[in-house]
């Protein structure tokens, strides 16, 4: 991203909100070629298309969106793409980088503290939050995939889910869109993934664990043992000794793990 904000103009922002707000049924057709976030209106109008850049059979094809001929219903949202110089030695940084930048963004939004249960979830008061997957298929990408509660989840979740899950809504009793948390998630991750080979965002990461000093389970296929997490390496392992003395550092895939009750 090269952009400071990811709204049009104030002036248009204003405009689209007078008229979303006079014609409930007004559909807005997007022409940015980049991400774009709406402020303040989005909830007014009756439908918003994003055409991105969509050469000379543009208008044809968004005729045939709005009267129905062609459901472009199914296909990923948004995707946001950034060409990154890296190399393997980096790429396992990438899921704590996003972790980091998705408690800023949730902290930054919601006044809350965000916490990071290593190595991909993000954690309030105790509870989920937040997931990270990150996929890879070097070198030709990198996806990584952020799934954030906004809202209430306590009519959609199963009881025993409710003591490990939440959401920003149960935990502050505030209510935001979908686009307020893009627009801040966008900026967060803009700026930690700038650099890979730049380390210095462990400091936060590892502030921010709700791991380190805990005895926990490990889980690492059929065997489950206990150790206490004594802290975070410079390749965010999870760095853990057993009660016999030993230590060990634990790599992302290899296990989950489960705070003790």
């Given at each position: 991203l090269d952009r400071y904000s990811l709204h049009f103009e104030n002036y248009i922002d204003e405009i689209l909100r007078f008229y979303a707000a006079k014609c409930k049924n007004m559909a807005v057709i997007m022409q940015t070629g980049t991400a774009y976030v709406p402020y303040r209106w989005d909830a007014d109008a009756g439908a918003i298309v994003q055409m991105w850049l969509s050469g000379e059979a543009g208008g044809k094809a968004i005729a045939d969106v709005l009267f129905g001929k062609v459901n472009p219903s199914g296909k990923l949202a948004e995707t946001?793409?950034?060409?990154?110089?890296?190399?393997?030695?980096?790429?396992?940084?990438?899921?704590?980088?996003?972790?980091?930048?998705?408690?800023?963004?949730?902290?930054?939004?919601?006044?809350?503290?965000?916490?990071?249960?290593?190595?991909?979830?993000?954690?309030?008061?105790?509870?989920?939050?937040?997931?990270?997957?990150?996929?890879?298929?070097?070198?030709?990408?990198?996806?990584?995939?952020?799934?954030?509660?906004?809202?209430?989840?306590?009519?959609?979740?199963?009881?025993?889910?409710?003591?490990?899950?939440?959401?920003?809504?149960?935990?502050?009793?505030?209510?935001?869109?979908?686009?307020?948390?893009?627009?801040?998630?966008?900026?967060?991750?803009?700026?930690?993934?700038?650099?890979?080979?730049?380390?210095?965002?462990?400091?936060?990461?590892?502030k921010r664990s709700c791991l380190i000093g805990r005895d926990v389970n490990v889980h690492s296929g059929n065997v489950?043992?206990?150790?206490?997490?004594?802290?975070?390496?410079?390749?965010?392992?999870?760095?853990?000794r057993l009660p016999s003395g030993e230590e060990r550092v634990l790599r992302t895939g290899e296990v989950s793990v489960r705070v003790k009750a």
């Amino acid at each position: 991203l090269d952009r400071y904000s990811l709204h049009f103009e104030n002036y248009i922002d204003e405009i689209l909100r007078f008229y979303a707000a006079k014609c409930k049924n007004m559909a807005v057709i997007m022409q940015t070629g980049t991400a774009y976030v709406p402020y303040r209106w989005d909830a007014d109008a009756g439908a918003i298309v994003q055409m991105w850049l969509s050469g000379e059979a543009g208008g044809k094809a968004i005729a045939d969106v709005l009267f129905g001929k062609v459901n472009p219903s199914g296909k990923l949202a948004e995707t946001f793409p950034r060409r990154l110089r890296t190399d393997m030695e980096h790429i396992g940084l990438v899921t704590p980088r996003a972790a980091v930048a998705a408690a800023r963004a949730v902290e930054r939004l919601s006044g809350a503290k965000a916490d990071i249960k290593w190595v991909n979830d993000i954690y309030i008061s105790g509870k989920k939050v937040c997931g990270i997957l990150t996929e890879a298929s070097l070198p030709d990408f990198l996806v990584i995939g952020i799934g954030i509660n906004l809202r209430s989840v306590k009519n959609i979740f199963p009881d025993d889910l409710l003591d490990i899950v939440t959401s920003i809504e149960d935990e502050t009793g505030r209510i935001f869109m979908p686009s307020e948390m893009a627009d801040v998630l966008l900026t967060e991750l803009s700026g930690i993934v700038e650099n890979l080979q730049d380390r210095d965002f462990l400091t936060e990461y590892r502030k921010r664990s709700c791991l380190i000093g805990r005895d926990v389970n490990v889980h690492s296929g059929n065997v489950t043992y206990s150790a206490l997490v004594t802290g975070i390496d410079d390749s965010a392992g999870l760095m853990i000794r057993l009660p016999s003395g030993e230590e060990r550092v634990l790599r992302t895939g290899e296990v989950s793990v489960r705070v003790k009750a």
